[in-house]
C-alpha cells in the first residue's frame, strides 16, 4: 500500500487504535528520511505518546507527512532545474566546439595539446564518449535522431580525431 493509504488509515477513528498505530509504522516505512529507526524516534519523541494518545498519533502523522510535503516539493523543483539546465547542454557544446575550432587543423597548437592529452589519458576520451552518447540517447535523441549530427558527438570525434594523430 501507499504512504497516502496508511496516512488515513491513521486518520480513520472507525479503525481500532492499534491497527492506527501500526499505520503509522507502516507510513514511516514508506516515507523514512533519516531511516526507520531514527525517523520514528524523531516524531515520537516530538509528537509524544503516540502508542496511547490519539492527539500525539495525529501530531506524529503531521510532523511526518509536512517533511514528506517538503522533500517532494524540493524534489520537483530539482526535476524543473534539471531540464532547465538540460536545455543548454547543445548550446554550450556547440560553444566549446566553436572555440576550439583548430581542434580540427593538424599541426595547431590547440590540436597538438588536446591530442597529447587525450593520447595521455584514454580512459578520459572512452568515458567522456560513453557520457555524451548516453545523454543524447536520454534528452537528445528526438532533435538529432542521428548521433552523428549531435553537437556532443561531433565534439568527441573531433576530439578522438586529434587523439588519434598525436
Known amino acids: ?21 501500526t499505520s503509522l509504522r ?7 528520511p533519516l531511516g526507520f529507526n531514527a525517523t520514528w524516534n524523531h516524531i515520537t519523541s516530538r509528537a ?7 492527539a500525539a498519533l495525529l ?9 514528506r510535503e517538503a522533500r517532494l516539493a524540493e524534489m520537483a523543483a530539482f526535476a524543473l532545474r534539471r531540464k532547465a539546465e538540460r536545455e543548454y547542454v547543445v548550446e554550450i557544446v556547440s560553444d566549446i566546439h566553436r572555440a576550439l575550432e583548430d581542434l580540427n587543423r593538424p599541426g595547431s597548437a590547440v590540436h597538438a595539446a588536446y591530442g597529447r592529452f ?3 589519458n584514454p580512459n578520459f576520451l572512452t568515458t567522456t564518449g560513453q557520457r555524451v552518447i548516453s545523454y543524447w ?13 549531435y553537437p556532443g558527438h561531433l565534439l568527441v570525434s573531433a576530439l578522438r580525431a586529434a587523439s588519434a594523430r598525436s
Request: charge should be positive.
Open 118 to 120: 587525450l593520447a595521455d
Open 1 to 21: 500500500m501507499s504512504f497516502g493509504t496508511y496516512a488515513r488509515r491513521v486518520r480513520d477513528q472507525a479503525l481500532p487504535y492499534g491497527r492506527r498505530y
Open 48 to 54: 509524544g505518546q503516540v502508542r496511547t494518545d490519539e
Open 26 to 32: 507502516c507510513a514511516v516505512g514508506h516515507y523514512k
Open 137 to 149: 540517447s536520454c534528452y537528445h535523441r528526438s532533435a538529432y535522431p542521428r548521433l552523428r549530427e
Open 59 to 67: 501530531r506524529a502523522l503531521d510532523i511526518l507527512e509536512t517533511s
